[in-house]
């Protein structure tokens, strides 16, 4: 539907049934989603900001800033720390998606605080856009894909995490 093939496409249409069923979730995600495009934003920037998919970052720095995220918010998400002015929705989201990054779960009370504020199928559509865009971050990572030409990269990777070295090779491979 966009006309030309970059990012991750080039790897995922090799696998045409995964290209296929990939276009729709993600369709879904940018065109029919009911959560606030911003916050959207924010959890596609959140998966790239793990995988430190640089490609992805690029794309979604620029729907994130255009839908309404601060320049702060952006930068501390860059930077991999807890943004220390964000509005009360951007909160919940932040907590709760830090949260199952990091324990590949929710507590009781953080589950509840998400439910209140997105209700049941936010939280679903949250984790479907987490999931989404870490799928597409490490096709694009095990891929290397290129970077967008001209544009600045602004994350490095964070600290060595588990089952990752030090120096892996993100780009360019074909």
């Known amino acids: 539907p966009r006309g030309k093939v970059e990012g991750p496409y080039w790897p995922i249409i090799r696998s045409p049934g995964l290209a296929d069923g990939l276009q729709k979730v993600g369709e879904y995600y940018r065109y029919r989603c009911p959560l606030d495009r911003k916050l959207n934003e924010m959890a596609a920037l959140m998966a790239s900001r793990l995988w430190t ?41 932040y907590d709760f998606v830090t949260e199952v990054l990091a324990t590949k779960g929710a507590s009781d009370t953080t589950y509840a605080a998400t439910v209140a504020k997105f209700g049941e199928q936010g939280v679903v559509d949250i984790l479907g856009i987490v999931g989404y865009y870490a799928t597409l971050a490490m096709i694009m990572n095990v891929a290397r894909t290129p970077l967008l030409e001209g544009r600045p990269h602004p994350i490095v990777p964070l600290p060595v995490q588990l089952g990752q070295t030090e120096g892996s090779p993100t780009r360019g491979r074909k």
């Open 53 to 93: 998919q640089q490609f992805e970052w690029d794309v979604h720095i620029l729907q994130a800033l255009d839908a309404g995220m601060t320049t702060d918010v952006a930068n501390a998400i860059a930077e991999g720390r807890r943004p220390a002015k964000m509005t009360d929705d951007e909160a919940v989201l």
